[in-house]
């Protein structure tokens, strides 16, 4: 495999050269078309694949060989990339019609918009000649989330909510008892009291990025009763919730949180947490097996509970899912469908089992997982409370008042890849302490109110 760096670096180059290209497009198309015509030449035929560098896709990766073994015409190649540089390489070769990919990896955040703008392949056409797929299979809440006017556009890798991880052997020691339904409030008392000078008392996202810090801190924001925006499209970052909600989260992570925490991401904080430096960690899911196969130990030691809430009181755990698209015009189209049919299916859940660990299955994307004994027996300390979280999020009203969008950890508007990334930006300069939470979310509010001028919401 390609060194990440290596990769990055290309991904740059390839932003670039899509500049260049997003300027002319007549030679989009004429690349597009010169792609297509080689492509359609080729034996065998390669399927280019852009994903985002997690556990759980890089152990796909190693499976991959399988499906190609079961489909000697077919070569799958990988771009993985963080996730801030795959979000931005996918989004300019989707809108510019590069068409450098056969699949990419989004989520539900793009997968409604992108459908919507004719970028993105139905899928449903595909399902309906592959029963084998079983799309009733699909767990409801992240089948509808990648659907428009009722057509799968994307498939889910996984699916997640969010969680808090603790380790149950120093919550222990400090005498502390986890609740299965803890308060912001008690996870604040907890981190003060497990917190020493070399294990943090939570890991929590710091990190720039709309799918980063404001992943989390959003659930954080809508539990305290806050939101992105009133029914009016009035932006609402200086108001007395998001303003409290925020500095809660600064302030914890600031006082009891680990080393460093503007340039934590989700991958930062597993590794954190696996290795011991960290009592606690609130975010995705989906880590728990990725624990299991960082440090058997640390999972052995580990407790699980449902979203912490705030003063509203409001449930808060996201919706999210990694899923996997065709582009809109991309050749070998039913080639690359056996691929993602194969990825996302039930018999690669299977393997994942079978050859990585059951613990470490790709979770929340289908209800037969949960019904696999094996699975059953190695994640049931999470699996219900996965599947649960899931099952009870709520995109449609994600906090106290109606909100005019969609989305727990997002707003469902194509605004908010920009806007996001730049109140993000604000959140992580307030955590390393190059400004105030007052002056991140003024920013914020003035670029939230910009953003609804210039698009007319």
Not at 222 to 242: A, C, E, H, R, V
Not at 276 to 298: F, L
Request: aromatic content about 10%; charged content about 15%; some cysteine.
């Amino acid at each position: 495999m390609t060194h990440q760096s290596d990769r990055t670096l290309r991904a740059h180059d390839r932003l670039k050269r899509y500049a260049l290209l997003a300027g002319t497009a007549g030679m989009v198309a004429g690349v597009a078309g010169t792609a297509a015509a080689t492509t359609r030449h080729a034996t065998p035929v390669t399927v280019r694949v852009a994903v985002v560098a997690n556990p759980d896709m890089q152990a796909i990766e190693k499976l991959t060989p399988t499906f190609e073994k079961q489909n000697p015409g077919i070569k799958v190649v990988y771009d993985t990339l963080n996730e801030n540089t795959e979000r931005q390489l996918i989004e300019t070769d989707i809108t510019t019609h590069a068409n450098e990919f056969n699949a990419v990896m989004i989520s539900n955040y793009e997968t409604p918009i992108w459908a919507k703008n004719g970028w993105l392949s139905n899928l449903s056409s595909f399902t309906k000649t592959d029963p084998a797929y079983d799309v009733n299979d699909l767990i409801g809440p992240i089948r509808d989330s990648l659907s428009y006017k009722g057509s799968l556009y994307s498939v889910p890798f996984y699916g997640e909510s969010s969680m808090l991880y603790y380790r149950k052997d120093l919550l222990a020691k400090a005498g502390i008892t986890m609740p299965l339904h803890p308060t912001w409030a008690q996870v604040a008392s907890a981190a003060q009291k497990v917190n020493t000078s070399s294990t943090a008392g939570i890991c929590l996202r710091g990190l720039s990025g709309w799918g980063e810090n404001l992943a989390a801190l959003d659930t954080v924001i809508n539990t305290y009763g806050g939101s992105w925006f009133n029914m009016k499209w009035t932006p609402q970052l200086t108001s007395k919730p998001d303003v409290a909600a925020t500095n809660f989260y600064v302030n914890l992570v600031k006082n009891y949180g680990e080393p460093g925490a503007s340039n934590d991401g989700f991958t930062e904080c597993l590794n954190a947490y696996s290795q011991g430096k960290a009592a606690m960690w609130y975010d995705a899911t989906v880590a728990a097996g990725s624990i299991a196969a960082a440090n058997p130990t640390v999972f052995a030691n580990t407790g699980y509970a449902y979203a912490p809430v705030g003063p509203a009181k409001i449930p808060s755990g996201w919706l999210y899912t990694w899923s996997l698209s065709i582009p809109a015009g991309t050749p070998n189209q039913q080639a690359t469908w056996k691929y993602l049919s194969w990825a996302t299916g039930k018999q690669s859940i299977l393997l994942s089992g079978q050859k990585l660990g059951w613990a470490q299955i790709p979770p929340g994307s289908r209800v037969s997982t949960y019904q696999i004994p094996q699975y059953k027996k190695a994640a049931a300390a999470f699996a219900g409370i996965t599947l649960a979280s899931i099952q009870a999020a709520r995109p449609t009203r994600p906090t106290l008042h109606p909100v005019p969008y969609v989305g727990v950890q997002f707003v469902d508007i194509p605004q908010f890849i920009n806007l996001g990334t730049q109140v993000s930006q604000q959140i992580s300069a307030a955590i390393a302490g190059r400004e105030t939470v007052a002056q991140a979310l003024a920013t914020g509010q003035q670029d939230a109110t910009t953003t609804v001028k210039q698009s007319g919401l």
